[in-house]
């Protein structure tokens, strides 16, 4: 007899749905272990999300399928804990325009969240697109104002994202935009590694239920948002969730130490032989350079060293949990959109300081232009940097590759 006729599937819920009062755009693993996981833990009254994709529509038809009800896996290095997350409560194809304009223009709808890539900003891109379209919407049903909420690791997300709609409105919706509609910046963290089958016998053996859709992260997670809520929020707050007057500080802090330093352990270490994060930290002289490279970057943070202290401490204890299989693979894609934040950046504040470029610094970018010669980049923009480097194989790889990436940023 197959386990699936002797094991319930996870679809019954243990409290009725929530209404709708947040849209998501970016159904995924992470939205599922952050956004979502932050709702469900909020106290007061239950705030239920729609949930649409951003790609494919595989995730909403299997989350659909069990009522939107999952399992997030809590991968400590001692074990698993597992818990059952019950915040969305409707699962949509991102291409199902009806539902999708119906949803924004509903006057219950006080929050729209969003997990997209640094190239979802691009001018004309999907997320944008679909933005305008349900603001669009919202405007003539007369569904008032409402808060978008970008949740990913572009510095400023909010702005940017604000900056990226005003591009594609006509102008009678940009001023509608304007006056109704707060953009929210944030810095989310919490890894969350791609699932495998043996995560979905994990759960069945932790919960006691088949569930199609789990979801595995790490113990820890951290929230920052900066904005206004003028039609209201979830208390996240109650979650662990923080609220600031300025996120940029705390979008510095991810950026160039865990961010820059998960791309210098992907460059360097799959040059290496290494698949995982935990893998190549646990390689001494990669974790020197980690080290070096958090010395350099953290000397121009604006945090106090308490709070430095405390992220590199956890940092520490993240990076070598040896049951968080964060791919360097899947790291080491988009090079070229995510190292003018993670290196260039504090780079270029090291020189308005006298400090000048670190030697970790530099190495990072040099383990990447060895990454492009040993594996082809898919990216458009990785790609052209490759060939630049083939063209000119005279020049400093790294001087190169910083003139080009700094000209790059300054024009866009």
């Known amino acids: 007899m197959s386990v699936e006729t002797v094991r319930p599937r996870i679809s019954s819920r243990a409290v009725e749905k929530a209404p709708v009062r947040i849209a998501h755009l970016g159904l995924g693993a992470f939205h599922r272990a952050h956004q979502a996981w932050y709702t469900a833990h909020a106290a007061g009254d239950p705030w239920g999300i729609a949930a649409f994709t951003g790609r494919s529509p595989a995730v909403a038809q299997v989350l659909a399928a069990q009522d939107c009800v999952y399992t997030v896996i809590e991968r400590g290095a001692e074990g698993d804990r597992a818990e059952i997350v019950e915040s969305i409560v409707e699962a949509h194809d991102g ?13 219950d709808v006080a929050v729209v969240t969003l997990t997209v890539t640094e190239a979802g900003y691009a001018r004309g891109s999907t997320p944008p697109r679909r933005l305008v379209e349900g603001l669009a919407a919202r405007r003539a049903a007369d569904g008032g104002p409402v808060s978008i909420v970008s949740c990913d690791n572009l510095p400023g997300n909010g702005q940017a994202m604000r900056a990226a709609i005003d591009a594609l409105a006509d102008l009678d919706l940009a001023g509608w935009i304007d006056a109704n509609v707060a953009f929210v910046d944030t810095m989310v963290d919490r890894i969350t590694p791609s699932v495998t089958a043996a995560d979905s016998t994990a759960a069945l053996a932790l919960t006691g239920a088949l569930d199609e859709a789990p979801v595995v992260t790490e113990p820890f997670s951290e929230w920052i948002l900066a904005g206004d809520f003028p039609a209201g929020r979830p208390a996240w707050e109650t979650a662990g969730a923080r609220f600031v007057a300025d996120a940029t500080p705390y979008e510095e802090r991810k950026l160039w130490l865990l961010n820059a330093a998960h791309s210098l352990l992907a460059y360097a270490g799959s040059g290496r032989g290494f698949d995982s994060i935990d893998e190549a930290f646990a390689d001494d002289e990669l974790n020197a350079m980690t080290e070096q490279l958090w010395a350099e970057q953290r000397a121009v943070l604006s945090l106090g060293d308490e709070e430095i202290d405390s992220a590199l401490a956890a940092l520490r204890e993240r990076f070598a ?15 070229a959109l995510k190292l003018p934040v993670r290196i260039l950046d504090p780079m270029r504040r090291r020189e308005e300081r006298g400090l000048g470029h670190g030697a970790a610094q530099r190495a990072t970018i040099a383990a990447w232009a060895d990454h492009l010669v040993r594996f082809d980049p898919a990216d458009a923009a990785s790609a052209a940097i490759a060939r630049l480097l083939a063209r000119n194989p005279r020049a400093e790889p790294v001087d190169l590759i910083i003139d080009t990436l700094t000209t790059e940023q300054h024009a866009s």
């Open 95 to 107: 291409a199902d325009v009806s539902a999708w304009r119906s949803t924004i223009a509903s006057p």
């Open 321 to 335: 949990n040896p049951r968080i299989r964060h791919s360097l693979q899947q790291i080491a894609q988009m090079g």
